[in-house]
């Protein structure tokens, strides 16, 4: 059974900085484009940024420039470093990894940016 397990979040101070990672247990193979998504307190699930196997990337206008997403294929795992943090980042993130027509989600790691 293939789970995503993240890691990372926390609280920081506005303009900190906190590094998220999400790795795969499980047999897996093929993981195609990896995703970061956020959620705040009564709003919708938004795409943060994506990266394809090729490595190729795309960031939510929001976070442009502030965000930087990376992934290690031989161990599973997607990054996303986050940089200039403002409390509108304030939300639970969530990994998501497409196999095939198939999708696992993370279970969701909480960050919190607040003087």
């Known amino acids: 059974q293939v789970q995503l397990v993240e890691s990372g979040g926390g609280l920081v101070q506005p303009g900190g900085s906190l590094s998220l990672s999400c790795a795969a247990s499980g047999s897996i193979f093929g993981i195609r484009d990896m995703d970061w998504y956020r959620q705040a307190p009564g709003k919708q699930r938004e795409l943060v940024a994506t990266i394809t196997t090729s490595g190729s990337t795309n960031y939510a206008d929001s976070v442009k420039g502030r965000f930087t997403i990376s992934r290690d294929n031989a161990k599973n795992t997607v990054y996303l470093q986050m940089n200039s943090l403002k409390p509108e980042d304030t939300a639970v993130y969530y990994c998501?990894?497409?196999?095939?027509?198939?999708?696992?989600w993370g279970q969701g790691t909480q960050v919190t940016v607040s003087s």
């Open positions: 998501k990894f497409r196999v095939g027509i198939r999708y696992y």
